[in-house]
C-alpha cells in the first residue's frame, strides 16, 4: 500500500519558518517527480514546488527565493523548507509523486497570521 505522509505544519507569524516532510512507503521515492502542492478552501490547487528525479526544480514566482524543495532518497522524504512566510502562503500543503502512477498525502494545513 503506498502512503505519502505530511509533517510540519503549524501556525505562524508572518516571517516566520516551516519545514514540512513528506515520507512515502510502498513506493521507491528515487524513480518521482516529487512536487509540492497548497489549495485554499474555495480554489484550485496549485503548485508551489518540484523536484525531479536528477533533482532540477522549478517555483512558482511568489515563492522563488523563500521556499526550497528537496529530497532525501534514502530516507524517502520529501522537504519544502519555507522561510519569509507571508499571510498569502495559507492554505492546506499537498505532497504529491508523479511517475507512473501518482500519488498524493493526505494534506497540511499551515496557517500564516498574526
Known amino acids: 500500500q503506498v502512503q505519502l505522509v505530511e509533517s510540519g505544519g503549524g501556525s505562524v507569524q508572518p516571517g516566520g519558518s516551516l519545514r514540512l516532510s513528506c515520507v512515502a512507503s510502498?513506493?521507491?521515492?528515487?524513480?518521482?517527480?516529487m512536487a509540492w502542492y497548497r489549495q485554499v478552501p474555495g480554489q484550485e490547487r496549485e503548485l508551489v514546488a518540484r523536484?525531479?528525479?536528477?533533482?532540477?526544480?522549478n517555483y512558482i514566482d511568489s515563492v522563488k527565493g523563500r521556499f526550497f524543495i528537496s529530497r532525501d532518497n534514502a530516507k524517502n522524504t520529501l522537504y519544502l523548507q519555507m522561510n519569509n512566510l507571508k499571510p498569502e502562503d495559507t492554505a492546506v500543503y499537498y505532497c504529491?509523486?508523479?511517475?507512473?502512477?501518482?500519488?498524493w498525502g493526505q494534506g497540511t494545513q499551515v496557517t500564516v497570521s498574526s
Open positions: 504529491n509523486a508523479n511517475w507512473i502512477y501518482i500519488y
Open positions: 510502498g513506493i521507491a521515492l528515487r524513480r518521482y517527480v
Open positions: 523536484i525531479t528525479e536528477m533533482e532540477a526544480t
